[in-house]
Nanobody, 117 residues
């Protein structure tokens, strides 16, 4: 049974930092590309970041987070991370971990990030 569990969200002031984690189980994590998405209040879910299963963990980011967010992974811990720096109020959203396994999309329940003074 595939499970994705996000953690690390919270309230942070503009300019601050947070590190999100996504703990994965039920599939071969090391061979799976992992994704981060987010959904702001009243908006649709949008892509944030991707980290590949290749040895160098190739990453890709949505334009608005480039240079501020960094995805990483620890295959031994079956965990993917999203380091978020220089946070802005428009980064406020529920952040979701995603994996596409054997033709099916799997999602965690998300973790809320609120950027506000």
């Amino acid at each position: 049974q595939v499970q994705l569990v996000e953690s690390g969200g919270g309230l942070v002031q503009p300019g601050g930092s947070l590190r999100l984690s996504c703990s994965a189980s039920g599939f071969i994590f090391s061979t799976s590309t992992m994704y981060w998405y987010r959904q702001a209040p009243g908006k649709g879910r949008e892509f944030v970041a991707r980290i590949s299963n290749s040895g160098d963990g190739t990453t890709k980011y949505e334009d608005s987070v480039k240079g501020r967010f960094a995805a990483s992974r620890d295959n031994a811990k079956q965990t993917v991370y999203l380091e978020m720096n220089s946070l802005k109020p428009e980064d406020t959203a529920v952040y979701f971990c995603n994996a596409f396994i054997n033709g099916m999309d799997y999602w965690g329940k998300g973790t809320l990030v609120t950027v506000s003074s």
